[in-house]
């Protein structure tokens, strides 16, 4: 069996779906099959990923990497320690000052299209010259900028959505209007679902009516847990209640994830 690297971009149309919280339990929890895994945040408008992993260890942010002001070498962080066992996780950080991210947000169009081939420049360095399995970017919902450019630049979108009727519109048409677009390769996550489907029947029932709806394959559906709520994005779920139902949600997705990504 040959197992491929593979670049994901996990995104969404509203905001405060779960991309962050899927972005760093499918991390750990791929860094627990024994992968190697980069994972990334390209949310600059609200950067995440140092309340998890702290920032005293950065030596230089994404940002400057894609300002040309920096080698991609010195922005990435070992916190393979943060997993319990298996393989490595590394982690690159966005700058969370304010003055980071005004300036950010007032890059133009060029700017983001040197972003952009910055950004594709990443690839294969990290998958085949420093054998990561996997690529993981955290992105900003909706249309901005840099998570156009971290779509365009990826193997697999894996788009975060919920019931909310807004959501669930603008999910679709993101999905004829812009993964489409760009022939991507797309799995739908539906988070926050408030029925019980712990029952195999309902589950392949709201599975069938999902893949309907959207067209694309279902990577999973994840009930609304309030332990999930209660940690406050305060810790890596999946590392500190490996047994709770959650966690075992994450693990089937990144199953799916390893078996779609070898041959
Ligand atoms: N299945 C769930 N059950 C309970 N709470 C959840 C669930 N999924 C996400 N949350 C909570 O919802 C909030 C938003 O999650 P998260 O920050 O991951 O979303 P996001 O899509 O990254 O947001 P943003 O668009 O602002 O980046 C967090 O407090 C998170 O703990
Ligand atoms: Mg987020």
Redesign the pocket.
């Known amino acids: 069996m040959i197992v491929l690297g593979m670049s994901i971009a996990v995104h969404?149309y509203?905001?405060?779906?779960?991309?962050?919280?899927?972005s760093i339990n499918l991390a750990a929890t791929l860094v627990q099959h024994g992968k190697k895994v980069c994972l990334m945040d390209l949310?600059f408008r609200?950067p995440?990923l140092t309340t998890f992993f702290g920032a005293e260890k950065a030596e230089c942010w994404l940002n400057d990497y894609l300002n040309g002001t920096c080698k991609i070498e010195k922005v990435l962080i070992n916190h393979s320690q943060r997993i319990n066992e298996g393989g490595k996780l590394f982690v690159a950080l966005a700058n969370p000052s304010t003055e980071a991210i005004r300036d950010m947000s007032a890059k133009d169009r060029k700017w983001e299209m040197r972003a952009l081939g910055r950004l594709l420049a990443l690839r294969n360095p990290i998958l085949n010259d420093n054998g990561f399995d996997y690529l993981i970017l955290?992105t900003?919902?909706g249309l901005q900028y840099s998570s156009i450019n971290a779509i365009v630049s990826t193997d697999l979108v894996i788009v975060?959505t919920t019931f909310d009727k807004s959501d669930v519109e603008g999910t679709k048409r993101m999905l004829h209007e812009l993964y489409e677009l760009f022939e991507k390769k797309t799995n739908i996550i539906v988070?926050?679902v408030l029925y019980d489907v712990s029952s195999k029947s309902t589950e392949k029932d709201m599975q069938n009516k999902i893949t309907e709806m959207y067209q694309v394959p279902v990577l999973g559906i994840?009930?609304?847990?309030?332990d999930?709520?209660k940690?406050?994005?305060a810790f890596i779920f999946t590392q500190e209640k490996p047994s709770h139902p959650?966690a075992k949600i994450v693990d089937e997705m990144a199953n799916r994830i390893e078996k779609n990504n070898s041959m």
């Open positions: 969404s509203k905001g405060g779906t779960g991309k962050t919280l899927f949310d609200a995440s955290d900003s919902p975060v988070n926050k994840v009930p609304c847990f309030c999930v709520s940690a406050e994005g959650f």
